[in-house]
C-alpha cells in the first residue's frame, strides 16, 4: 500500500514536471520560429510581413514568460499603435500568472521528489522501480490525452480555457492581432509538440532506470 501510494505521488509529480520542462522548451523563439516557416501555416489576414510577424510574436513570448515579473506590458507598438487592445494585454498577464504559479507548483514537486529520493536511496532496486513504473503510467495517461486532443480538440481548448481564465476574456476575433500572430493552428501544433516531449522525457526515464536496474542486478 505505501509503494502504491508512493507511485501515486510520483506519477502525480513525473506529470507536472515533465509539463513544465517541455512548456520551457515551447515557451523558446525557435518553436515560433519553426511554425511560422511551415509552409501550411497561416498567412496574416493583413499581409503582416513573416519577418515582423515573428517579432512581435517573440515579443510577445518574453512578456508572457514566469520569469517576467513586470506588471505591466512591455512596449509593443505596431506602426505608432499599441500591437494588442487592453483586453488581449489583460488577458496575456493571466497566462504569465497561470505559468508563474505554474512553476511554483513544480518546483514544490520538484522537492518532493527530491525528498522521495532521499528517503529512498539505500533501497535503489525500488527506486529505481517506482520511476520506471512512473513513466510507463504517464505514458498511458498521455496516449489518452493525445486522443483528446487529436479529436476532440476544440472541445479541450475550450474547457482549459474556461477552467483557468475568466469568462469572456479568452474569445477573440480572427483580425484581433493574438489570433493573427498565434492562430489555432499554432495552438493545435503546440499540443501535439507539448504531448511529444513529455513522451520523449518519460521514454528516457524508462531507458535510464532499466539501464541502472541491469546494472544493479549484475553487481549483485
Given at each position: ?147 483528446g486532443i487529436t479529436f476532440l480538440w476544440e472541445e479541450l481548448f475550450e474547457t482549459f480555457h ?59
Open positions: 500500500m505505501k509503494q502504491a501510494l508512493i507511485l501515486f505521488i510520483v506519477v502525480i509529480a513525473n506529470i507536472v514536471v515533465s509539463l513544465q520542462l517541455s512548456l520551457l522548451l515551447l515557451l523558446q523563439p525557435s518553436w515560433i520560429k519553426y511554425e511560422y516557416t511551415k509552409n501550411n501555416f497561416p498567412v496574416d489576414i493583413f499581409e503582416l510581413p513573416t519577418n515582423e510577424r515573428f517579432e512581435f510574436a517573440k515579443k510577445t513570448l518574453i512578456f508572457i514568460s514566469p520569469w517576467n515579473l513586470a506588471n505591466t506590458s512591455e512596449p509593443m507598438d505596431i506602426q505608432d499603435k499599441s500591437l494588442y487592445t487592453q483586453k488581449e494585454i489583460n488577458h496575456l498577464v493571466d497566462v504569465r500568472t497561470l505559468l508563474q504559479r505554474f512553476l511554483i507548483v513544480s518546483v514544490i514537486v520538484t522537492t518532493a521528489l527530491i525528498g522521495i529520493f532521499i528517503s529512498k536511496r539505500k533501497d535503489f532496486s525500488t527506486l529505481a522501480k517506482i520511476f520506471n513504473q512512473s513513466g510507463l503510467v504517464t505514458i498511458g495517461i498521455i496516449f489518452f490525452l493525445s486522443l474556461r477552467l483557468f481564465f475568466p469568462t469572456g476574456t479568452w474569445q477573440y476575433y480572427e483580425t484581433d492581432m493574438l489570433i493573427r500572430l498565434f492562430p489555432p493552428e499554432f495552438w493545435f501544433d503546440s499540443a501535439i509538440a507539448l504531448v511529444g516531449l513529455v513522451v520523449a522525457i518519460q521514454v528516457l526515464i524508462i531507458l535510464t532506470t532499466r539501464l541502472l536496474l541491469a546494472n544493479d542486478s549484475l553487481k549483485g
